[in-house]
């Protein structure tokens, strides 16, 4: 069982940058795939970024590219989403999420993963 817990949403205005964190419970985080995950009001929630656990393949919604970066600290047992040049729309509950070495689905598939974190809310004002 893995428990994840994020941290560094906020609000912020357009243009402006975040860092979120995920903390994981586990010395072994290191062997889960882990991905950022967006729930705006209304919405489901859809896929932001991937870091798969070996090699340091990431992978990136369209919306996120060129803007947010994906990356891990294995040391911490923590993996982190910047956010640069954020929009009112990327405005949203921010869910981190692991899944096992052997992923059912691809990267980018909610069903992949099985531990989730609480959630934090990042809010872009115009």
């Known amino acids: 069982q893995v428990q994840l817990v994020e941290s560094g949403g906020g609000l912020v205005q357009s243009g402006g940058s975040l860092s979120l964190s995920c903390a994981a419970s586990q010395r072994t985080f290191s062997s889960y795939h882990t991905g950022w995950f967006r729930q705006a009001p209304g919405n489901e929630r859809e896929f932001i970024a991937a870091?798969?656990?070996?090699?340091?393949?990431?992978y990136y919604a369209n919306s996120a590219k060129g803007r947010f970066t994906i990356s891990r600290d294995n040391a911490k047992n923590t993996v982190y989403l910047q956010m640069n040049n954020l929009k009112p729309e990327d405005t949203g509950l921010y869910y981190c999420a692991a899944a096992p070495y052997n992923i059912r689905y691809s990267y980018t598939n909610i069903r992949g993963y099985e531990y989730w974190g609480q959630g934090t809310q990042v809010t872009v004002s115009s």
């Open positions: 870091l798969a656990r070996t090699g340091g393949s990431t």
